[in-house]
């Protein structure tokens, strides 16, 4: 892979050059941004083209939005808004609401729910398992449970922050933590009650 | 209760690795392509975003105008009726191409 050559021009004026007809320059603003905006779609999407998509998306906005960029606050906080939003679009437009069973599960899945049940102090948290069960569980809430439970518990982001990101009120960013949350819990114990662990 | 504990148990998973943040390589050249394409269609675009702000001046225009025929001065010359008014203002110019001649 060739490495791109370094700009040493601050986003802001990387910014001005490509409102002043240098559309060039955006691709500044996406080598330099491109990772931290993948890694975001990727708590959101499964599959690779999904996530790619979304990352697409994302830089296309951030294009024809640029006029309203204000460069009193950092790029990088306007495009992960931008980012946010763009991913909860895509969540509420691939919305799946479906019973989760047990029988559902791959081996790794069913195995760390049963070593959890024996020894639930001695289940590892870095195992595969655990992180697929999350993504299945994940995958079930609904988009505002999702992203809020996504930004508040994973990202460990503060409720201000969040009200930023997604432009809700601090106080429905907290109704809906609290909401997400208790979904999350009913969706687990529907789980443990079924299979009787 | 339990479901709570292992709901802290799998997010906990979820916090010790987060997702990758490496990029297929050249991504920002399918970017950019797609710029360009959005780009070629720019005229239309740009054809389209004047006729939407001219949209609101020439509403605002009409609603003065209409505002102003309604509440403004009466035309002293008006006749009383309005068929009268509208063959007068439709044959002025005819009138006056007449009276040039």
């Not at chain 1, 939005?65 to 306007?78: D, G, N, V, Y």
């Not at chain 1, 691939?94 to 029988?103: D, G, N, S």
């Not at chain 2, 339990?2 to 990758?20: C, F, T, V, Y």
């Not at chain 2, 991504?27 to 710029?35: N, P, S, T, V």
């Amino acid at each position: 892979m060739t490495e791109p050559s370094p700009d040493s021009r601050t986003d802001a004026e990387v910014v001005r050059a490509v409102l002043a007809g240098d559309t060039n320059s955006f691709e500044t603003l996406v080598l330099r941004y491109q990772p931290r905006v993948f890694a975001s779609a990727r708590r959101y999407a499964r599959r690779e083209d999904e996530v790619e998509d979304i990352v697409q998306e994302v830089f296309l906005k951030a294009f024809g939005k640029l006029e309203t960029f204000r460069s009193e606050a950092p790029f990088e906080h306007w495009l992960m808004r931008l980012a946010v939003r763009t991913c909860y679009d895509f969540l509420r437009a691939h919305q799946r609401r479906r019973e989760l069973t047990f029988t559902e599960f791959t081996r790794e899945e069913s195995d760390w729910l049963e070593r959890y049940n024996a020894e639930p102090d001695q289940t590892p948290e870095s195992d595969s398992g655990a992180r697929e069960l999350l993504q299945r569980v994940m995958g079930q809430l609904t988009p505002d449970a999702r992203l809020v439970i996504t930004l508040l518990e994973l990202e460990d982001r503060s409720v201000r922050e969040i009200a930023k990101l997604t432009g809700w009120s601090e106080s429905l960013v907290k109704v809906r933590a609290f909401r997400a949350r208790r979904q999350m819990r009913k969706m687990l114990q529907v789980l443990l009650k079924s299979e009787r662990l | 209760m339990k479901a709570e504990l292992i709901r802290q148990r799998l997010l906990a998973a979820g916090r010790s690795l987060p997702p990758a943040d490496h990029v297929p390589y050249a991504f920002e050249k399918r970017i950019m392509a797609q710029l360009g394409r959005a780009k070629a269609l720019e005229p239309w675009l740009f054809w389209n975003r004047i006729l939407w702000r001219c949209a609101g001046p020439c509403v605002a225009l009409t609603l003065l105008v209409g505002a102003l025929a309604w509440w403004g001065p009466g035309d002293i010359q008006a006749s009383d009726s309005l068929t009268a008014d509208l063959e007068t203002v439709v044959y002025a110019p005819l009138l006056m191409a007449q009276e040039v001649w």
